[in-house]
């Protein structure tokens, strides 16, 4: 039996998405009543980071800890990865002694290779081209306060990065509608959107793309490592600003999410980011129970 990994959502199949997503929500209710979880005692996971984080860090390591088990943190600057060692050895070896690998950096084909040379499950948990842990965190998100989003229209809103790729996976996997509302030069993938040309479509008019939309989502218009490129896409980018005129253009009762951190006046409003009703931070807390959701299926193998 081949080892199962989680790179994108592709990996596993809507039935078992929806599965996963009825189990984090399980497990927050679990964990909000005070119900221990311990069922992996010993196990551990390496966490291996490329890229800083808070969310990432604190929900794996929690979730980790508050299963039974330990979360292992490894930085290129702790490793031999930091050194040049060739990441298919590194793979062999961490996989060797740990339960499960946790990993967040910047190139995908990394993720790949590591996984195909690990003899335990390998989670992306962020690279450059995709974000799923983000997208089933989103997915817990709207069906605890909306329900079903199949056949919904979602609006993707700013730069056409990992999160906006991974909103076209979730758009085929969860069967949505997505809008991707960004400026001239700043589309996803070609290849992705054209994948999923039945289920999606890129315009350059914020206005037109939430018509009718239950969620909008945004996040920041210079991810890490673009931080150079922040006046010239601020620039661009200002149009698609995620504020309280766009949402009422939308459906009545549209919900907003934003990955974090926020940037309040860039890509999204404060007025927004602050408001009381907001779920953004229902959305945050939500990657500690998907995850462990994700974790439990991985560990069990099934």
């Not at 009762?253 to 602050?274: K, Q, T």
């Amino acid at each position: 039996m081949s080892t199962q990994h989680f790179l994108t959502l592709q990996d596993l199949s809507p039935q078992e998405l929806d599965t996963l997503i009825d189990r984090a929500i399980e497990l927050k209710a679990a964990h909000r009543a005070g119900e221990p979880s311990p069922q992996f005692p010993g196990s551990v996971m390496a966490m291996i980071f490329a890229k800083s984080s808070t969310r990432t860090r604190v929900s794996f390591e929690s979730g980790m800890a508050q299963m039974g088990g330990h979360a292992m943190f490894l930085s290129p600057g702790d490793t031999q990865l930091g050194r040049g060692e060739p990441i298919e050895d590194s793979a062999r070896v961490i996989s060797s002694m740990v339960d499960i690998v946790m990993i967040r950096t910047f190139g995908h084909d990394i993720v790949e290779r590591f996984a195909a040379y690990s003899s335990v499950p390998v989670i992306n948990a962020l690279t450059d081209e995709f974000h799923p842990c983000q997208l089933l965190a989103d997915m817990q998100t709207y069906r605890e306060h909306r329900g079903s989003i199949k056949g919904k229209t979602v609006c993707w809103l700013g730069d056409g990065n990992n999160m906006c790729h991974s909103y076209i996976n979730a758009a085929r996997q969860f069967d949505f509608q997505l809008n991707i509302a960004c400026p001239k030069g700043f589309e996803p993938r070609a290849d992705l959107v054209s994948a999923n040309s039945d289920r999606v479509k890129v315009v350059h008019d914020a206005r037109d793309a939430v018509e009718g939309a239950s969620l909008l989502v945004t996040d920041v218009w210079a991810s890490m490592g673009q931080e150079e490129e922040q006046a010239r896409r601020a620039a661009a980018m200002a149009p698609f600003q995620l504020n309280t005129s766009l949402l009422n253009a939308a459906a009545t009762d549209a919900l907003y999410m934003h990955c974090l951190p926020a940037h309040r006046g860039e890509e999204i409003s404060a007025e927004l980011m602050d408001a009381p009703d907001t779920i953004i931070w229902d959305e945050a807390e939500n990657r500690l129970h998907a995850q462990k959701a994700l974790v439990e299926r991985l560990l069990l193998g099934a």
